[in-house]
């Protein structure tokens, strides 16, 4: 939102705001807090995804979701590194490193199908996020209602849709990467919204796209406060992994 206004020159990256959190006082714990809590969800979906937790069931459909929720939670995995790189002092992830690693990926031995294969899976990721955020299914699993459901949903329904745009970009940037065996077309989230920046009307873009993630920043506080988990027991999680009780 800053870069779109101008007070910024770019949008940054995870890790320059997670830098400029670590310069506060507790700052440190702050961007510790922050790695913990997207590692714990990375463990969510993975628990979703093997145990079933909100009962999607073994049909195509509910595979497809399960599978969809390990993807994420990998994902989420490698997202709780990046803050966790920066108290360590270590490198941290970012545009850069993205291409490092797709650049190392496109000089091994079938790394141009690897890389178009891991394009396609974030590709298919935003889309199953944006028929999410049309649907907003996620608001039968609000314990609230009337208007503040209304609201949390009217958020989670933008800032799925926001997010969907945005990662579809980056897997597609991934895919042409790929066809050209060019690192140098990978775009991180931050470098997917310079180029929308640096289009035609690019700010207004950049506003829309930063108001939609704010939007599903408001949405995920208010699921953690309400969202309605039905786990299973000890007993049907032991079923449900094939280990007897």
Not at 4 to 11: I, K, Q, T
Not at 59 to 87: E, N, T
Not at 182 to 198: F, K, M, S
Request: proline letters at 3%.
């Amino acid at each position: 939102m800053l870069a779109a206004v101008g007070s910024l020159r770019r949008p940054p990256e995870p890790k320059d705001v997670l830098s400029a959190l670590l310069s506060h006082a507790l700052g440190q714990f702050t961007v510790a807090a922050v790695s913990l809590g997207l590692l714990c969800f990375a463990v969510w979906r993975i628990v979703q995804a093997w145990l079933d937790a909100d009962n999607h069931g073994n049909d195509a459909k509910g595979l497809m979701r399960r599978a969809l929720y390990l993807v994420q939670g990998l994902f989420y995995v490698a997202l709780a590194s990046v803050p966790a790189s920066i108290i360590l002092g270590t490198r941290a992830g970012g545009d850069q490193t993205v291409r490092d690693w797709t650049a190392w990926l496109l000089e091994t031995r079938f790394g141009q199908w690897v890389v178009a294969l891991i394009g396609l899976v974030v590709v298919l990721c935003a889309a199953g996020i944006f028929v999410s955020g049309l649907l907003a299914r996620f608001r039968h699993n609000l314990a609230v209602t009337g208007e503040p459901r209304r609201v949390i949903t009217a958020l989670g329904r933008f800032g799925f849709l926001a997010r969907a745009i945005v990662y579809g970009a980056v897997g597609a940037f991934l895919v042409i990467a790929a066809l050209r065996s060019d690192p140098g077309e990978v775009r991180g989230v931050a470098g997917t919204l310079l180029t929308i920046q640096r289009q035609a009307f690019g700010e207004v873009w950049l506003v829309i796209a930063a108001t939609g993630l704010l939007a599903f920043g408001c949405y995920s506080i208010a699921q953690g406060l309400y969202r309605r988990v039905e786990a299973p027991t000890v007993r049907q999680a032991a079923a449900k992994a094939g280990l007897k009780s």
